[in-house]
């Protein structure tokens, strides 16, 4: 596994797993948990020691639980989640109250990354939770802090009122919609790319032509699309019910995609 250092010098596996449908009926985002953990046990057995969660899923539990129950230690692990600003900001009891919350859900006293999930339209209220995340970054409960789908208004807002650089952004990047703009400026500022979703987008004809690139290396049209991502130092998430293909999306670090391939994928 490839690790990526983020800017206070923290580590974090370049590739994570996705979780916001695990241990869900019929494996569907909205869907009640069944009270089991077989995602988070393939995964852990595949490799992966990159978790993402985030309250807005409604399965913290479920990557607590799957990963106390391991054999591992829990410095094994990076675990994100992030606070659930969908509908805007509670307050600072609301954020303090959730944030204690996730710990309890993850069984974990300290998170490795703990994001701003969605900015929203009052900026004294965006400071104030990132001046929250602040204190438990200075505290220690959290190792990194950052931000997801923030654009550049956004982070600007932060950056120059901030005490603490976001350490990552989190953002929509795949086929398609690569959003190479904001990863630059992302990548000006030190801040590292994210992708959620990063096998999102693919139509057929997309499809046909990373089978073709990744029928060169012995790869799959998805670990192509991934290894595009790593190789311009994008953090990927990506997210199988499937073992085999959890375990696929990590078997991307024993070749190199070229100049004519990358130019061939941007162009999708």
Do not use: C
């Not at 969908?86 to 859900?105: M, N, P, R, T, V």
């Not at 208004?153 to 932060?158: A, G, K, P, T």
């Not at 603490?164 to 953002?171: A, D, H, M, R």
């Not at 929509?172 to 999102?200: F, M, Q, R």
Request: glycine fraction near 8%.
């Amino acid at each position: 596994m490839k690790n990526y250092k983020l800017n206070n010098d923290v580590e974090i596996p370049i590739v994570g797993s996705g979780t916001n449908t695990y241990g869900k009926e019929e494996n569907q985002f909205s869907g009640a948990l069944r009270g089991d953990t077989q995602e988070i046990d393939w995964a852990i057995e595949n490799g992966y020691r990159h978790f993402d969660s985030a309250q807005i899923y409604n399965n913290e539990e479920v990557v607590g639980k799957g990963l106390k129950k391991s054999s591992l230690p829990r410095e094994d692990f990076f675990i994100t989640t992030k606070l659930n600003t969908y509908e805007g900001f509670g307050g600072a009891d609301w954020a303090h109250d959730e944030i204690e919350k996730s710990l309890e859900k993850l069984q974990t006293d300290y998170v490795d990354l703990f994001l701003i999930h969605f900015p929203w339209d009052n900026h004294d209220e965006i400071l104030e939770a990132w001046n929250i995340l602040e204190d438990y970054y200075n505290r220690g409960v959290f190792r990194t802090i950052g931000v997801s789908n923030f654009e550049k208004e956004h982070l600007d807002l932060i950056l120059e009122n901030g005490k603490i650089k976001p350490v990552v952004n989190q953002i929509e990047s795949h086929v398609g919609k690569w959003n190479e703009e904001l990863i630059a400026y992302n990548k000006g500022n030190d801040i590292a790319t994210e992708a959620w979703s990063p096998l999102g987008g693919i139509d057929e004809n997309a499809k046909q032509v990373l089978e073709e690139i990744g029928n060169q290396y012995g790869k799959t049209y998805a670990q192509v699309v991934l290894r595009y991502q790593i190789e311009r130092d994008v953090i990927v998430i990506p997210k199988s019910h499937n073992k085999d293909r959890q375990a696929q999306s990590l078997d991307i670090f024993d070749f190199d995609l070229t100049a004519s391939d990358r130019e061939r994928i941007a162009a999708l």
